[in-house]
Structures are given as C-alpha cells and as structure tokens.
C-alpha cells in the first residue's frame, strides 16, 4: 500500500519579508555610536527593527552621525525596560556572544544560524540579541535565547565592536535569504506539526516548572546547582511548539493539583488519535 506523502512545509514568504521578522536587540548598549553604526549595519543588510533594552546612553548627533542614513532605523527604535520586554511575541532568539559559557544555549555557527533563525521566520517574529560593550551578555541573558553564535575571530583579540558584530550577522542572514529563498526546512513537518511556541509563553511555562520543582522539593532554590539553566538549555533543544507547551503545562497542572486518573473524563478517543 502506498503511505500517503508527508507534506513537506515551505514558507512562501519573500526573502525580504523574512528578514522583515527580524529584531535586532541591543541590550545596555553605552556608546551612542554604537548604536548609530548598529542601524546602518542593519539597513546596508535589509533589515530595520531595532530593540533598545535599558541604553545606557542617550540617541544623540553622535548616534545619527553614525547610523548615516540609517536615521529611520534609529527613528523606530523600540525602547524596552528588559530583555523579556523586546523577546515578547518572538517564536525564536539567538545571543552573539564573543564567549561561549558553560551552561549557555546550544553554540552554532555564525554561517549555519542563519538558515534555521530564517526557518524559525516562517512562523513569526525572531531576534538577535547583543551584549554591553564591556560585559557582554548576563547569563541570564544569554539563557533567554535558544542558541548561541560566536563570530570567528582571533583568540588573542576575539571581541569584534558591537556595529561589525551586528555587520557580520545581518550579512549572513542576507546571503541566506537571498541564495536560498524561500529557506528549505531542515526537518519536514508532519500534518500535527503546531505553530511555534512564542517565547512568552515558554517564559511563563519555565516558571511553571520552577514552581512545580520547588513545590515537589525535587528543586531547592536555595542550592540550585544550575538545574533551572540546564532545563532551559534541554527545552531550548526541543524548538516547542504550542501544543507541546500546552502539554506540558498540563502535566505541571497535574503534578500541582492531582485529580485522580484524568483519562476517565476525556471523550472516547478520535479515529487516528493514538
Ligand atoms: N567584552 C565583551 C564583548 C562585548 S562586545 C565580552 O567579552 O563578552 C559587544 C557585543 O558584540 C557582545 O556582547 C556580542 O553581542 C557582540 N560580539 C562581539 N564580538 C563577538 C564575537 N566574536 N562573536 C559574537 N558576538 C560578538
């Protein structure tokens, strides 16, 4: 018998408009400069959303000085008291790091983030976030996102200025959108494939979880031993859809309210369910 064919998803979006989903996050950026070369860097590459997570500096002539003609980029800045803030709504976001961390996102390259951060545009919103000039990004940043991409560079001297980092990747984004338009996907979906999880709300389900651990003793947030990182990094892996954090939420709401065998309630199970 012939198996009906998995049909395989193809975005139909133009590669402009994928890079249209793109937000660029600056997070406690302290040059002005900075930021004017960010937007210039953004606009030579195609794209124009900019996210300004608490600027530890003012937009001044130093700032439009830099971005050159790129003043509309700086002109529709979104300005966000937390990083949270500028990640809401995005299904996906990866941090530039010049360093990698122990307990970081998956790592991938600068070259090979740009096909699958496309993919992840097919289905909203997603966003490259960068560090302070000096500190770079928190871990908690970091662990906000869901890979993390190192630019090559000199061991000696790894630290590219915040503009060129900005450069590097929204080249790469550009070359991919336009060579391999629209982006294949790297695994077909299935016909029960859900919309991506929105960041938000695997946000809201981490803190589910960490209130379920706390609340079964299996987590003492006293002595955390970097359990809560290590689960983020797992489901980071798992690109959650709607349905699975639906899912999983339920089973938080079971854990936190057992009501007995809830397979007793359900309706009698679908054709093709199991
Ligand atoms: N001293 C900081 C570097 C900050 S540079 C540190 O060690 O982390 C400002 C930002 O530019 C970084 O937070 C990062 O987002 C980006 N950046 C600079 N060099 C990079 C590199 N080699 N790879 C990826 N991102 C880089």
Same mark, same amino acid.
């Given at each position: 018998? +012939? ?10 979006? &133009? ?16 040059? *002005? ?7 210039? /860097? ?10 300004? %997570?608490?600027?530890?500096? $003012?937009?001044?002539? %130093?700032?439009?000085?830099? /971005? ?16 949270? $803030?500028?990640? &809401? ?25 740009? %096909? ?5 545009? /097919?289905?909203?919103? %997603?966003?490259?976030?960068?560090? +302070? ?5 928190? +871990? ?18 790894? &630290? ?11 080249? $790469? ?12 996907? $790297? ?7 859900? *919309? ?28 955390? !031993? ?39 309630? !359900? +309706? ?7």
């Amino acid at each position: 018998m +012939n198996q009906a064919p998995v049909p395989t998803f193809q975005p139909d979006d &133009s590669p402009q408009t994928l890079l249209d989903r793109v937000r660029v996050v600056l997070c406690r950026t302290s040059h *002005p400069g900075n930021i004017g070369a960010a937007a210039r /860097a953004m606009k030579t590459m195609g794209l124009s959303r900019l996210y300004l %997570v608490s600027p530890m500096c $003012e937009l001044d002539s %130093v700032a439009e000085a830099r /971005a050159a003609g790129a003043s509309d980029v700086l002109i529709g800045a979104v300005r966000c008291a937390s990083l949270g $803030e500028a990640l &809401s709504g995005c299904v996906h976001a990866v941090a530039l790091s010049a360093r990698l961390r122990d307990l970081g996102p998956v790592a991938s390259g600068v070259r090979e983030s740009a %096909v699958p951060l496309l993919q992840a545009a /097919a289905a909203g919103d %997603v966003a490259l976030v960068f560090g +302070n000039e000096t500190s770079g990004l928190s +871990n908690e940043e970091l662990q906000r996102c869901q890979k993390a991409v190192t630019i090559p560079s000199s061991p000696a001297f790894s &630290s590219l200025n915040l503009g060129a980092a900005v450069q590097v990747m929204a080249y $790469e984004l550009r070359m991919a959108a336009f060579n391999e338009a629209p982006p294949a996907m $790297e695994t077909p979906a299935t016909p029960f494939q859900s *919309p991506a999880a929105a960041l938000d709300e695997i946000e809201r389900f981490y803190e589910h979880l960490e209130r379920v651990l706390i609340g079964t003793g299996f987590h003492d947030p006293a002595r955390p !031993r970097r359990l809560l990182p290590k689960l983020r990094r797992l489901f980071g892996r798992a690109a959650l859809e709607k349905d699975e954090i639906n899912i999983l939420r339920g089973i938080l709401d079971s854990i936190e309210k057992p009501t007995g065998p809830q397979w007793k309630h !359900r +309706n009698p199970v679908e054709p093709g369910e199991n």
